[in-house]
């Protein structure tokens, strides 16, 4: 009996779909991170130049 020949197309397409997958989560996740310390940045920025104006007044 004769084995069938691994097809190793499927295989590298396989592989790179799998690759692909766990880069579009990294990036999901790295934007999901980034977009939680924008909004608390731009908070921090509306009160900064309050700040800077209080301490130039005295």
Not at 15 to 30: N, S, Y
Not at 43 to 49: F, G, R, S, W
């Amino acid at each position: 009996m004769s084995l069938a020949k691994p097809n190793y197309r499927h295989q590298k397409k396989q592989k790179e779909l799998a690759r692909k997958t766990r880069h579009a989560e990294k990036l999901k996740k790295r934007l999901e991170r980034d977009e939680v310390p924008a909004a608390d940045g731009a908070d921090l920025q509306t009160t900064a130049p309050e700040g800077s104006a209080i301490e130039s007044k005295p």
